[in-house]
C-alpha cells in the first residue's frame, strides 16, 4: 500500500453503517474533517456480510464509533439484533449510535429510542434526522462532538504518497520532496541527514505544493525536526499571508475534498484488503466461526 498500516488505523474513527446518502451525502465528511473528525461510510454488497465487515473493522481499528442507519432495508439483517449483537460482544469497547428518518409521531419516536437506548443500551444516542439535508448537517456534527469523535487530535493528517510533493528555495538552495503526511495546520517530509540545514522556528516563504492534482502556495515555519531511522525528519507549520498559523482560507477549503479523498482511499484499501484476506482465509480453512479467520489476520503482514 505504501503507507503504514500503523498510522492509518491510529485515531478514532466515525463510520456510518449503509447511510442514506440522500440526508447525509459524502460532501459532509469533507466538512466534518476541517473539524477534526474522520467519518467514513460502510455500504452493503455482496462480497461480504454487513456483520463481517462491522466485525474486520472492530478488530482492526483501536478506537471506534458506528452509527447505524436503522431505516436502510437490507435482505436478512434486523438492525435491532444485529446491533444488540455487537453491543453485548464488545460492551465499551466500541461506541454505538442509531440514526432514523424523522417519524410521524412522537410515539414512534418513542419506541425507537425506549428499544435502543434502554433495550439494547447503545450509548452514541438515537438520532432522528431530518428531510433536509442541511439541517442533518448540523444535526450530526453536534452528535459528533457530543460523543467526542475527534478523539485526542485536534487535526487529522493524511498520509501521502509521491502524488504529494512540494518545492522551496532556502538560502540560495532549490529543494524538493515528497510529503509524509499533511493537514490543515501541519506537514511533515524526510530528507537525508545533513541534506537540509534549517533551524527551529525559521520560516520558508512561497513553498509550492502538489497535492492530489491540486498546486497550491504557503509559507511555513519548522516545528520541530528529529532523527528517524537514519534520516531527518521536519514538520512544518503552515502561515498564512497575514502571519497567522494556518492556510489562507481559499487554499483550507479547496485542499479539504483532496485531504479527505486522501484518507479514504487510504482507509479504503485497507479495509479491502482486510476483507479479501478475510474472504482467502475463511475459504481456505473451511471456518465457520467468524472471529477465527478475523484473529488469524495479522496487520502488519498486510
Known amino acids: 500500500m505504501g503507507t503504514s498500516i500503523k498510522d492509518i488505523i491510529a485515531g478514532r474513527k466515525t463510520f456510518f453503517i449503509c447511510p442514506d446518502t440522500s440526508l447525509i451525502p459524502e460532501t459532509f465528511m469533507e466538512e466534518y474533517l476541517s473539524e477534526g473528525y474522520e467519518c467514513y461510510f460502510v455500504t452493503n454488497d455482496k462480497r ?53 428518518t424523522k417519524r410521524q409521531t412522537k410515539e414512534e419516536k418513542q419506541k425507537i429510542e425506549k428499544m435502543f437506548l434502554y433495550d439494547i443500551g447503545i450509548t452514541c444516542g438515537c438520532i432522528q434526522l431530518e428531510y433536509q439535508k442541511k439541517i442533518n448537517f448540523g444535526i450530526i456534527e453536534k452528535v459528533l462532538f457530543a460523543n467526542q469523535a475527534m478523539g485526542r487530535r485536534k487535526n487529522v493528517r493524511a498520509l501521502c504518497n509521491n502524488s504529494c510533493t512540494f518545492t522551496f528555495t532556502y538560502n540560495n538552495h532549490h ?82 475534498p483532496r485531504l479527505y479523498q486522501i484518507m479514504d482511499e487510504n482507509a479504503s484499501a485497507l479495509l479491502n484488503q482486510l476483507y479479501n484476506t478475510y474472504i482467502q482465509r475463511a475459504g481456505a480453512t473451511s471456518a465457520n466461526e467468524l472471529g477465527e479467520s478475523i484473529e488469524a489476520i495479522d496487520v502488519e503482514d498486510l
Open 48 to 100: 461480504l456480510s454487513l456483520q463481517e465487515k462491522i466485525e474486520i473493522i472492530i478488530s482492526v481499528f483501536n478506537d471506534v464509533i458506528l452509527f447505524f442507519n436503522i431505516d436502510a432495508n437490507i435482505p436478512g439483517i434486523s438492525w435491532p439484533s444485529m446491533i444488540k449483537a455487537i453491543n453485548d460482544k464488545y460492551q465499551g469497547r466500541v461506541l454505538i449510535g442509531a440514526l432514523y
Open 175 to 256: 529543494y524538493s520532496s515528497t510529503l509524509n503526511d499533511i493537514s490543515l495546520s501541519h506537514f511533515s517530509s524526510t530528507f537525508d541527514v545533513d541534506a537540509l540545514k534549517l533551524p527551529e522556528y525559521e520560516k520558508i516563504e512561497d513553498i509550492q505544493f502538489t497535492v492530489k492534482g491540486l498546486h497550491f502556495r504557503s509559507s511555513a515555519v519548522l516545528f520541530m525536526s528529529r532523527q528517524n531511522e537514519g534520516k531527518m525528519l521536519y514538520v512544518f507549520t503552515f502561515v498564512s499571508k497575514t502571519g497567522a498559523s494556518g492556510l489562507d482560507l481559499m487554499t483550507k477549503q479547496l485542499l479539504i
